[in-house]
């Protein structure tokens, strides 16, 4: 039979105890049964059980101490306990929840209550831990998509600042910065794929700028002296 978790039966009668241990084992539970708090507190030590039932009424080490003991300690605080005790009062009942009991069952009892209520408080502890460990998978994923932010932010600065540096770059190829090759004869420009162009078509190429046609006063006088010395005549009447 499949194993259906360890229950720790806490009980100083005898026959009680057997009893636990026998209805439990039948359905599949693996039972360690001990007869004192003090064993109790030993074994909950050695080895954390799924799930105690606790009588409170013992010599020695009561119930309650033990019930203290368990809820005070982080390893044992969520082991859910179930007190399994005769002759008990409301106010004893009340005071065992306040203590962190989650559920009791008075002596004498039937074998079918003993076992719904275990099957009950196994399962919600099963359903617990897995919770938990579906938050705590929960917090790495969230921690992993937050290094992945981080990390997509880092990228993306760095395309932004290649960016810039390949805009300034380009910038400072449209500004004619650094040396150009360029023809001693014709005044042809040789650009970076080793093609030769006129100076006019290499410059609005790689720049901004636009080119209107107009002659210069040494190439006036060269080209159209006689003009040019009518200009001359013109501006100086002017003055």
């Known amino acids: 039979m499949t194993d ?14 057997e009893l636990v241990t026998a209805i439990l084992t039948a359905r599949g539970y693996h039972v360690r049964p001990v007869a004192s708090g003090e064993l109790a507190i030993a074994s909950v030590e050695t080895s954390l059980p799924d799930l105690i039932l606790l009588d409170i009424f013992m010599p020695g080490m009561k119930g ?27 106010e004893q ?33 099963r359903l617990s831990i897995e919770l938990e460990q579906h938050a705590d998978e929960l917090k790495m994923a969230n921690a992993r998509l937050q290094v992945e932010i981080v990390e997509r932010k880092k990228a993306e600065e760095a395309e932004r600042q290649k960016s810039k540096e390949l805009q300034k770059a380009i910038d400072r190829i449209k500004k004619l910065n650094g040396l150009l090759p360029i023809c001693s004869h014709c005044r042809k420009i040789r650009d970076e794929k080793g093609a030769w162009s006129q100076l006019e078509a290499y410059i609005v190429e790689h720049s901004d700028t636009e080119f209107t046609h107009g002659i210069c006063e040494d190439c006036l006088n060269k080209q159209y002296p006689e003009q040019a010395k009518q200009m001359r005549k013109d501006r100086s009447k002017k003055g």
């Open 93 to 125: 009942r009340v005071e065992g929840l306040k203590l962190g009991a989650v559920d009791h069952i008075s002596k004498p009892f039937q074998s079918a209550e003993l076992l719904a209520r275990v099957r009950t408080h196994m399962e919600l502890r």
């Open 4 to 17: 259906r978790g360890t229950i720790l039966a806490v009980d100083d009668i005898h026959e009680s105890l």
């Open 64 to 90: 309650f101490e033990v019930l203290r003991w368990l809820k005070a300690r982080e390893a044992s605080r969520n082991i859910p306990v179930i007190i399994l005790s005769s002759s008990m009062e409301t």
